[in-house]
């Protein structure tokens, strides 16, 4: 179940506090789903998903060797928390500040990753149960762990050992390929203990961009049908496959809308009409149950000349989507009909895949969806079934 916002930085703010050198089961699980839960509250603030990444990463590798006191990684481990606790709490978006703790914490993390590597290898202990907990911490001399009372959390029941021979070792290095934060919070519910620091971990923004380009690669096909819309003075051609929604702006909504930063899909209902119907794509398949709890991020295209703030006279909320990536970007609807895409001519900046040229003998910077999202939207898990 899921937990709040308020419940996560109460778990944070006992594990900062805890005097247990050892991370129990009983411990990490609530610290998982508190990282989950603020993820979703920090999901266009870039640094500090990172952080919380890290922290994930952490707190999976220290979990499999419960048993054995890690001053190294909590000493870490407390200090990503206190400063997600910080931030939520002083309730400011200070973007250089971020993006300085970010690189500094990301530094910290690199270097506590290489010397666990340095370490000698070591199987990772299964975990125990509470009764064990209970006689281990009666034998040994490290202080009790803190009692669930004191968290103002329930602890969950411990998941079942895993075999011994699904064990590897924490800290093996996989390249610059990391598992996501919800393969990882999955595989930890299913009991697999083959995850790892440099597996769980994402990398930071500014290291996902450098060298290879490819990674945002979008060519559209000729023949596609787009929208032309504008932000601001500035128009943009968009693919038609990548727009899940476009929802007038209703005047008196107008500038709450713009000032928000992130919309509710609850907004784009209509009377006897289901929500999932209303939407292309992804959105279309998830539950109508959950996309109504569903917030997405307000977003701005970036380069070319684009404007970084939403235009006054924007009349439209357009739900953009690549893949299980998704965000809303506020437009003013240029044409009403739509365009077909004749040429394409590449010509990365920013946001802007190249330029198009359409049926109506124009030529408009055309949008990468997958640049833009991948960097500011909000990822959700595929549908099962």
Request: hydrophobic share 35%.
């Amino acid at each position: 179940m899921a937990i709040s916002i308020d419940e996560s930085i109460r778990i944070f703010k006992a594990e900062i506090i805890s005097q247990d050198h050892r991370l129990p089961v009983r411990r990490s699980e609530p610290l998982l789903e508190a990282c989950a839960c603020l993820k979703q509250r920090f999901n266009s603030r870039k640094n500090i998903l990172a952080m919380l990444g890290m922290a994930e990463g952490v707190i999976l590798y220290m979990r499999k060797r419960e048993a054995t006191a890690d001053p190294d990684c909590l000493d870490f481990l407390k200090e990503a928390l206190a400063h997600v606790v910080n931030v939520y709490e002083e309730g400011k978006f200070d973007p250089q500040r971020e993006e300085e703790l970010g690189r500094r914490m990301y530094k910290r993390f690199t270097s506590l990753k290489n010397r666990l590597k340095e370490r000698p290898a070591t199987p990772p202990t299964a975990p125990r149960t509470a009764t064990e907990d209970g006689r281990a911490g009666s034998a040994s001399q490290a202080s009790p762990p803190p009692k669930p009372a004191a968290t103002g959390y329930d602890v969950p029941p411990p998941p079942p050992a895993a075999p011994a021979n699904e064990a590897t070792t924490a800290v093996a290095d996989h390249g610059n390929q990391p598992a996501s934060a919800p393969e990882a919070k999955s595989a930890v519910g299913n009991g697999i203990t083959k995850q790892s620091i440099a597996e769980t971990a994402p990398l930071p923004p500014w290291e996902r961009r450098r060298g290879n380009n490819r990674l945002h690669h979008y060519a559209p096909i000729p023949g596609e049908p787009c929208r032309l819309v504008e932000l601001g003075d500035f128009p943009l051609l968009i693919p038609v496959n990548a727009i899940a929604r476009l929802m007038p702006i209703k005047p008196r909504e107008r500038q709450a809308r713009l000032a928000s930063t992130e919309v509710p899909l609850n907004a784009f209902g209509r009377l006897f009409r289901r929500l999932p119907r209303l939407f292309r794509g992804p959105l279309a398949k998830i539950p109508a149950s959950r996309l109504k709890k569903l917030k997405l991020p307000l977003i701005m295209p970036r380069g070319g000349g684009l404007p970084t703030l939403p235009a006054e006279d924007a009349d439209h909320l357009l739900v953009l989507s690549h893949g299980q990536w998704h965000g809303v970007v506020p437009v003013r609807l240029g044409n009403r009909n739509q365009l077909i895409l004749q040429r394409f001519q590449t010509a990365a900046n920013g946001d802007i895949a190249g330029l198009g040229t359409t049926d109506d003998d124009a030529s408009y910077p055309l949008l990468n969806p997958r640049s833009l999202l991948e960097r500011e939207g909000f990822l959700t898990m595929p549908e099962q079934g």
